[in-house]
């Protein structure tokens, strides 16, 4: 059966190279004009069979719409198997469903009940919150103002470590509330001390409610037409952190696990956090490593903060994220490294003075000291350097390409017009639109042409 419509065989050059099958060409486009009652009633049973189990997707990988410059470079290096799907966020509509049901498991700490009221205002017509013990006052009083929203919670009390226990909690969510439309596991357990100090004890405390929980809840969940599945992950597994070599395997583990449901065409996201202020593990464990966190510039974030940036992640449907508040200059000095992840954050103060100053009097007095007809070619070369700096190109641009060709942003444009003002110092400021209305590198070139003479 043929669906397509440019470059297909006629059914007599099907029967002609293969008298053995039968061959029928069907235009849908046609079709749902003249007989759009029977087209209905066909896409209607495929549907019921994919529901039934009969049919099986066939083979794809799914990648976030957000990523779909990504997938299309993908698709053109001919490594993929099957389709590529780009899959719209759960927010795109501004709302989540309101006829499914969304599980948290460390659900009734403090992080927890902060998600679960996003997750009522963004739309959950029912919220499971999990966790191992009942839950203390706080959480009574989170689950009270819910309910009293018209919220549907159900408290499930099972330790995700126990593969039985997840399945039942999904049974009975199965039995007693709307279908599960999405996870967030926000479990976590902080054991600090020295690599060497560390016992295998130790680390199964930290690692087993990480990986296992997460293991066990993507295993039982993976069949299940889910709108997202995230993974509260730590900001240690991206840069580690002295004493909690524990803590950074299990969440390392969490990262990988989102990129490979991505792989498998399932939702998957993992976002990194630094330290909430006020709730979390970390929170409660404040006294005793705010010292080192702040002499290394880590900072806290409020609640709000974090909750924000969740809502946005959730909406930019990255696989993996970072969201973390710390002072760059203090973690450098404190460090005496520059990791090669964090050279574009730890550029000190005085290193961009010290290159502005170099910039403009190197570019300046170069200007001023050759004739008029010479600035051009000083100025495309300076140009190219600059916009190879600043999209991070392998090589110099073209100078006639065009910069949205080659992938600039506003916030590029920003930072572009901050390099040309650095390079001419105080002598002339250009115009926030100048990346903009010159549209290219030769544009600017040419703008600039008609300033040399002022400096």
């Not at 330290?275 to 709000?304: N, V, Y």
């Not at 403009?360 to 495309?380: C, F, T």
Request: charged share 20%.
């Amino acid at each position: 059966m043929e669906l397509a419509r440019r470059d297909i065989l006629s059914q007599d050059e099907m029967a002609a190279a293969r008298p053995d099958v039968a061959y029928d060409i069907l235009e849908l486009d046609v079709l749902k004009k003249t007989d759009p009652a029977w087209v209905g009633r066909v896409l209607s049973g495929i549907m019921e069979q994919f529901s039934s189990g009969k049919l099986k997707p066939i083979v794809h990988s799914r990648w976030p719409l957000a990523e779909a410059g990504a997938a299309l470079r993908f698709m053109r290096s001919a490594r993929h198997l099957g389709k590529i799907v780009l899959t719209p966020p759960a927010l795109i509509r501004g709302q989540l469903r309101h006829d499914r049901t969304y599980l948290v498991t460390g659900g009734l700490g403090g992080i927890g009940c902060a998600v679960a009221e996003w997750l009522a205002g963004q739309g959950a017509g029912a919220i499971v919150l999990n966790g191992r013990r009942d839950p203390d006052a706080a959480a009574e009083k989170t689950i009270s103002a819910l309910r009293e929203r018209g919220i549907t919670v159900q408290v499930e009390l099972a330790d995700v470590l126990d593969v039985a226990a997840v399945d039942q909690m999904l049974a009975r969510i199965d039995q007693d509330l709307p279908p599960l439309g999405g996870v967030i596991h926000s479990v976590g357990v902080l054991s600090d001390a020295a690599l060497t100090n560390q016992s295998w004890e130790s680390f199964e405390k930290v690692l087993w409610p990480k990986i296992l929980g997460a293991w066990h809840l993507h295993r039982a969940t993976v069949d299940r037409d889910l709108d997202l599945f995230i993974l509260f992950s730590s900001r240690v597994g991206v840069m580690g952190n002295p004493g909690q070599a524990n803590h950074a395997a299990a969440n390392a583990f969490l990262d990988q696990l989102a990129g490979h449901r991505r792989a498998l065409g399932l939702p998957g996201q993992a976002i990194a956090w630094g330290a909430w202020s006020e709730i979390g593990e970390a929170a409660e464990q404040r006294e005793r490593i705010d010292r080192r966190r702040t002499a290394l510039g880590g900072r806290w974030f409020t609640p709000q903060q974090g909750i924000k940036a969740l809502e946005n992640l959730v909406r930019q449907d990255a696989t993996n994220s970072v969201v973390m508040a710390m002072d760059w200059a203090v973690f450098e000095e404190a460090t005496g490294t520059r990791p090669p992840l964090l050279v574009d954050l730890l550029s000190s103060a005085s290193d961009s003075e010290a290159e502005a100053s170099a910039l403009s009097g190197d570019l300046l007095s170069q200007l001023r000291g050759v004739p008029a007809a010479a600035h051009k070619e000083l100025l495309v070369s300076f140009l190219q350097q600059e916009v190879q700096a600043v999209l991070r190109l392998p090589t110099a641009p073209a100078p006639t390409v065009g910069f949205f060709d080659l992938g600039m942003d506003s916030l590029m444009t920003v930072e572009l017009r901050n390099r040309l003002n650095r390079a001419f110092s105080e002598e002339y400021t250009a115009p926030n639109t100048v990346a903009i209305s010159s549209y290219g590198l030769s544009g600017i070139v040419h703008y600039l042409l008609g300033k040399c003479n002022t400096f």
